[in-house]
């Protein structure tokens, strides 16, 4: 409920179309989601075309498709689907309308929405085994309607590698930098890039790498202003923030 | 060097000003300082304004003055030295004319530039004692032209406190999110707000906060979209990256 | 042996009953049985009908029949198994009467008894995903004679959920709260609530999750007076201790 | 704003004697504070004599003054406060008329209320080491009007000693086990006692105690049911949710 | 070679019976064997009849049939074989005769020996889970010829059922306390006993029991004196030391 | 009370010398002190010779020779106070006659019992300067009667300087190895020794020794059979261990 | 571009023979393939015939079949996969003439080439379970030249296994020690070798293993000089780095 | 004892010089000083200038002194002390004439060896933090007859500052990488350069940098292929293996 339509009840009251009671009751069933703080995508969604976002763990296939389908009836255009596993897929497609990306197991129910953003996101990945955790985080970004440049396998080993797209890095809004093993990525993107850096460590890696663990504390203590961190493998988080940051001014 | 000046020196070399082997050696000495990708902010400080950086810890004072004094005479309007120690105070207070912000063990040479920024950065704590980290993070962000609003104080134990300032959550452009102890303030800001939320935790607490540990795993766990996270107790880097994020599009 | 067994068979050497090496026998065989204060739950639980249990893990399927049958063979009226394999329900099935709650793995031999308190326990989760562990904890107190309230899916990313449930709270004698990832449930919950709160981490969560342990640290470290926490995942135990506090008075 | 408050504000608005727009205001600027339910101790202590809390760390010992001074001049007659340095009680006693509790580092303002409860806690430690922590439990419990039975020394190296006072554990309404190194205390407490029995671990012990970390992991393995833990060290958590069972009923 | 054959060795080398180059050769190719002090199980278990002992991990089973064979050869009347796996059995007992104990993995070819101790080992547990890992303790210290008694499920949640065996306890020459979970039981035996014990940490338990290290710190912090410890569900390892010390003095 | 005490007390019951309730409360009073299994050491201690154990840490001076003293009257011959502060010593020795070893801050009150063991401990360090735990552990075997062989600086790194004391190593009844940094000592020592080995690791080391943790996994690792652990830096456990092993037989 | 390169061009320029833009495009394009410091490997490998290797974990069979034949194609003798799945070879194998080692999961594609060093690299275990690590440290260093010697189980439980091949250790020019559990084999061989060795902890082991992070523990604190480490289960780092050094001074 | 004095002592025994009695003593006595695999240093180090090491932790000055001295006029050349805290250094200059490098508290007694090798060693850290580890890499490798090359300050944040030395890199026999944060400069440097590297984290940082875990971390997961690393702040370590290195083939 915006402020007016709080007025309106109140006005409504003072005409009499309403009574005092009615109000209080109004207010007090629905006192949140008047203020609409803890809900603002779903209505800024159906306005302005912003996907709504499943987590698909620890939700059976038929959840995920009645939770899908209100959502597109309510007229949300766009149903974005988190971490849903590959053995779900036959049963809600038989039910629902909607494209998989098995690499980074998102699921996208509705349109797909072109890039609006003239910005650019660069995701880049120090290996080629971090590629689906940067899938989830560049389709996540595209989804939202991002324009997204990707840089993969550009680790630290062979820096030269990612010295030779020194521009798309220049020319980036905002930079996702996804790294495991050593995580060193971000600290380097960190030190060359003039926009918000946000790192992601992956579970890539075996003894030392702790699942993430060694990539985490890298990033973490990068010595390069700018980066800030998710959590491990969280590629749509970072696609999340990214995306917020890619509006900004636009 | 920029391009136009890598196409000067071929020219030179074109027109037998300089020999091919003089042109080789200028390009061998100095192929990265050229490109500059690396010193962006200190050239672009100087024609923007933008404020140069000196990390105090494990510098001595007579090097913290030389560095400051060498950039303030190359143009440099704004010094800003992090985590400087109370103790240095009196010797660098007699070498160059500066303000000292103790709580958040800031210094600052040259002048604080004025708020220019039409966005706010809101920076909240979770109580009293974390403080100190978020005048580092609300400090740094001002010296860097930003207008900030702090909340201090609004941790989740009476989230009434939080819930008073909604007004300045949601108009936030961007928000730091500071806590010690459990570090949920960022999971509950993080779903109210509509912006990014840059995390600090603090190494407020004690027993199982672990001297910041337990709140960054929450702020990393939080299942609010939107929140990254930055090192235990680095106000510095928070504010820096909210910056970032402040000025696009201003 | 009740401290007037003691007097009987004190009277009795007294009495020349027995002589003095048989009492002294008696007393050296025996001298904990007698006091029976570690056996409380299963002689006052076959007076007053509260459950005994068993645990499921570690067990085999013959060894867990023999057990539940001795125990209602010698009056106990309800069984509670905890942590009880789905392929164990076949075998077990074929011999006892029970009822099997697959979601938490719990059976319960004997009848279920009705709830007989005024006061009611609140089991909360942050997710859906928090279920199991909610409905170990719910059942094991239904099944101890408890009123339970069930607010599931209440977490702090959309705080306005678990605000709606506000009067729930207000009116419990006892509440669990339970939650995954970054655990902020407890700490917000406890700065509501009026009651003991008890804490469950439960293992959901990826990354720096940890198993648990990221929700477990918050719950430690909760800046809310009145919560206490047990083991991960360990349901049963809270809804012990929420029946023994949900008791008190009644 | 009680929901009466609500409906006579909307009567005011019905009947015209304020606007709908200012009637709007006033719900905008104090949404929460009108439910009051993040604040209920501070007004039902007032009316109840229950005492308020102030965590001492992390602040002035000028600040102390200022809330305590305002707290009972606001009708307060008791007020707790936690972790008070014992270099700060000179300045604050000359402002203040109070007590300090130096084994625990607890003040007391206003009036210590007299034990009001039927019910009684027992406190007990492990060693004469930990009994820093238990008192800073005791002296809470008893500030908020409990009867307090202590028990320290009894851990379970010469177990004897605690079997000489099973009386005080069978009659207690709610125990406190405190102990550090390996925290064995709880689980056999809790093997004998029939009342929920808080756990506190405390920083006792060297090497592999881990500053309490040994002693907190036995305590949330606990084989005993009934059982749940608080932070490393904190006395004053485990005296409150004390407090909070044994008033139950009475 | 035995001091002795080195003296025959060099009185042959005074006699010409071999040349000094001969001798220095020896010498260089045998420096240890000679001084025998790392296989000192080997010969004095032959002569003696104590086991040899062959690690099963890691091992495939040709390995472990053809050093077994080799071994019953050479004279060694009896083979231990620990963590073998249930799979190799059927391949590796058509090569050899021997035992299998399957709820310990534990093999035994040749003839398993008496007990020939006076003195007695006790093996206690904490719970029936437990029990693996003390049948390898167990029958570890049969085959090397000691007497034990087992205690199984005497943890101290129900206190009373250890404190039922005390004449047990009392009468040992050494003590395996073999516990997960909290690993209290060491604690407590250790207490009561007035032998040393050997402490046994098992990987049984959820969430924070971490894979046994819960009760690995309980037992390196027990405050009973008299308690030292192996690795986590080291069973064999505690029966091997327990062994060792029940034949001093026999 | 020992078995004829009880026999004696019902025998007066018997003769009616006392009334059946006085029995009773009689042995509802001290039903554990008069099995009196949990405080073997001080009865036999005074028996024969065997010292009582104070702690020093969380102490004061003055409870410390109150104990001593009280000890010392009660017929005590030797009393070892272990952890006693050096800066305690003046403020004890005036009031108590006792030897201070300030190496290990061992005190000892009484007389210091000649060695009576033919067997001997070995007590082995790594390096210099675990020597302050080595001689802990010594210090505490010679004061329970036990004659120590001590090998200080014998580690690995120099293997050599072990292997010449092979004689020492191989004519041990039970061995101390007590090392630092990676620990290895023991490894070795349990390679070639024919005994008990008792572990310590120590807190020694920088960096990734962690406060003795490395060297503590290393111990409990070991792949020499016959190899127990105990706490870090807790040479008073490993010394009273060996006494117990030493002792057995003689 | 060498050095020689970089003058042509500009010499070009010079002679008109390219246009200054020209020779800025194609200094722009290839800043720093043309300095080629990050692949040195590649090009000299082809003039020296120096393996090229590939990374197995997280390729295709088709992208690892690509890589290998574009590498060969282009003149690679030698190509050497590492950590290459046993289901692969089949779909490999098909279309690569390769020889795969199983036990170390290592391919060859090319010839193998002929030890040319007159160093020995040594490659030590601790036990048997770990030469799977070791193998493929020794083919790694094999493949690219390298004289090996392999010791294998001469671990510190029976050190005269060891110090039997003392001459090896002697004669090294450097030695890779490969070991779990206690990880103390590095630190006796770095005790007695006069060489570099390089330690590769294995996560051979259980319960305090932890996976390898024991050994690695023990390795990092040798109290040995010349002693490196490498990561756990890390084969193919130790055997490249053992085969640089190797390569030194031939 | 070489093999020649064997086989001499073997001769005077055929000799009847000696008997076989006593010859089997001296075997016995002796029998690892005489093959002198153990103290390679020492008398290598007496003929070839090689410098001699002294820990200084845990040592007294008088031992120091008396160590120091004792090598001195047994031939030693040059003594090397490391870690000998600042305090001591009034007391041993007293007694001896020595220099001290007090940033990295290295003593150096006798005299400093001239660089001898054709070789370069680089020492290379991340940040001026770092240096007083970086000095005592390349102390301890000037000491033991290296040349070194410094390159101090040229962390991943600002790469092209490590980047503008890229000749010294590429021209170095052995590189040393000291970094503390986020350890990356070992990865990039691994990447570039074509020798060995070997990795020091430092203990530099706060928060999550965890006294160098965090870097370690980073340093033993690099994705460069020749890094191999030591302990936490080990620069000793990391300058004696370089210096073994850097002799091959001098």
Redesign the interface.
Known sequence: ME?FE??NL??K??N?EI???E??EK??ID???E?E?????IH?GLRQGIPE?IYG???TPF?ICEITKSLLENGQKTVLITKLPKEYIKEISEKINFKYFEVCKIGVAGEIPKAKTKGTIVVAT????DIPVAEEAAITAEVFGNKVTRLYDV???????L??H?KD??DA?VIIAIAG????LA??I???A???V?AV?T????????????????????????????????G???G??AS??NH???
């Open positions: 402020k709080i007025i109140l006005k009251t003072a009499g009574t005092p009671e109000a209080a207010l007090k006192p949140f989601e203020l703080f803890a809900k603002p995508d800024r976002v763990i620890g939700k959840q120090g290996g080629t085994s680790g630290v080993a062979g820096i030269h590698r010295f030779s020194t890095i220049m809004k093993m050593e995580g060193a600290s380097v960190g030190g060359i003039d926009c918000p946000i460590p579970s890539i890696g075996y003894g030392t790498a702790f699942g993430g663990v060694s990539a985490l504390l890298s990033m973490l203590n990068s010595c390069a202003s700018g980066v800030s961190v998710v959590n491990i493998d969280n749509f988080g970072a999340y923030i917020m940051i900004i001014g636009e």
